[in-house]
């Protein structure tokens, strides 16, 4: 007979892993990343790196450099060819995933999860629009920060998980 190991859910945490994470929330709340943000939500994507210089004017250019470098590393951005082309949870390129934000600009977002939690990060409601996964049918709800509309009723959310943590954004969506 087998033995039976029960574990509390502290013993099953992987502490390296959230470590990482801790990291990464923290990277979240600096100004650079902040002022990323707020530059997808009010122009859309991608940003020029330059145009994140410039807003912090009062900064050494090899500080922002650093911290742009930063939260590329920790997979927060994507720099590619001097521009920031996927700031989660935005993309620049377009996805099977559209976020309406409340003054009717359109967003996309890496994924279905992101798209969720929209309306929370900006404090208002937003429309989300996909398709489902298996038949291709057109899914419409709303979402506000306290959780979503009616018409979402019925609508599953799937995901799995990634089999490498560490590994860097998806190419594709």
């Known amino acids: 007979m ?12 992987d502490l ?7 990291t990464r ?7 650079v990343s902040r002022q990323i943000l707020r530059m997808f939500l009010d ?9 994140i210089a ?9 500080a922002i450099q ?24 935005f993309s620049a390129s377009p996805t099977a995933f559209i976020v309406r934000l409340p003054d009717g600009k359109e967003r996309y977002t890496c994924c ?3 798209a969720l939690g929209i309306a929370p990060m900006i404090g208002q409601s937003v429309e989300i629009r996909s398709r489902c996964h298996h038949c291709a049918v057109p899914l419409t709800f709303s979402a506000t920060p306290q959780g979503l509309g009616p018409e979402a009723d019925g609508i599953m959310l ?12 998806f190419d594709t969506l």
């Open 54 to 62: 410039a807003a912090f004017r009062d900064e050494p250019a090899t």
């Open 66 to 89: 650093g911290a742009l470098v930063a939260l590329d590393d920790d997979d927060l951005i994507r720099v590619r060819e001097g521009e920031i082309d996927i700031a989660y949870p």
């Open 2 to 13: 087998a033995n039976l190991v029960i574990k509390t859910a502290d013993e099953l945490i």
């Open 43 to 51: 122009q859309g994507g991608p940003i020029p790196v330059t145009r």
């Open 16 to 22: 390296e892993l959230e470590g990482r994470w801790r």
């Open 158 to 169: 799937w995901f799995g998980k990634r089999v490498d943590e560490r590994s860097k954004v």
């Open 25 to 31: 929330r923290a990277a979240r709340e600096t100004g």
């Open 112 to 114: 279905a999860i992101d």
